[in-house]
């Protein structure tokens, strides 16, 4: 079993519909990254939380750290929201950058 | 101020041959990271190196894989006598003097590395 796992895989949805990516963990941590891959493989870094919830325009983050499980939300969605989308975990007592990466979940948000 | 460069972007090598791929971070980031993206895989930590000093190398293959990140330069990831099971996308990713890994890390395009 992964330490990060993501759901959905694959994920279809129509433009303006409100969107939940999940990920659950099985190690303790001391950073979350979302992370945004885009059609060409290009890496944007979108959040990264150790507690709480964070909100950059329409895009929402939560994590629960009791439950080892955290969740990415978009809202209106749209057509260039695209992406395959990466939770990425910091175990403690893990370097900076040494993350664990879940395998992604692929969106495709149509017209 | 351009973002995290990567060359080349494909970079076709012969098994057996050697691979060598750059990464000149964003100004005044000081910290480098390379990750391994193979084929239907998600991404993999490789090496995180300040400038001249590797800091933590768990991710590195024990054995034709090297990083360094000089005073002077890019960072380079050299793979010596490739396999075919080396064809992957390398991503690099930069960020600040102190550190900060969180929503101020930049990645670059990635190197993708076929082996024939």
């Known amino acids: 079993k992964n330490e990060v796992e993501q759901s959905p895989q694959n994920l279809t949805a129509q433009e303006g519909e409100f969107i939940t990516i999940n990920c659950s963990y099985s190690v303790g941590i001391s950073a979350l990254h979302w992370l945004q891959q885009h059609p060409g493989g290009g890496i944007v870094s979108l959040f990264m939380l150790s507690s709480g919830k964070k909100k950059h325009g329409r895009l929402i983050a939560t994590i629960n750290i009791q439950e080892k499980h955290s969740s990415l939300h978009i809202t209106a969605s749209h057509p260039r929201d695209s992406a395959v989308y990466i939770c990425a975990v910091r175990s403690e007592g893990g370097s900076q950058g040494n993350l664990i990466f879940g395998k992604g979940t692929k969106l495709s948000v149509k017209p | 101020n351009a973002g995290v460069m990567q060359n080349p972007r494909h970079l076709v090598r012969r098994r057996g041959q050697e691979a060598r791929l750059r990464c000149s971070p964003m100004k005044g980031h000081s910290h480098v990271y390379w990750y391994r993206q193979l084929p239907e895989e998600g991404l993999k930590f490789m090496v995180y190196?300040?400038?001249?000093?590797?800091?933590?190398e768990s991710g590195m293959p024990k054995e034709r894989f090297s990083a360094e990140f000089p005073k002077e330069g890019p960072s380079i990831l050299r793979i010596q006598q490739v396999v075919r099971g080396d064809s992957a996308a390398y991503f690099c990713?930069?960020?600040?003097?102190?550190?900060?890994?969180?929503?101020?890390?930049?990645f670059g395009q990635g190197t993708r590395l076929t082996v024939v």
């Open positions: 190196l300040q400038k001249e000093n590797i800091i933590d």
């Open positions: 990713a930069s960020s600040p003097r102190y550190g900060r890994m969180g929503t101020e890390a930049f």
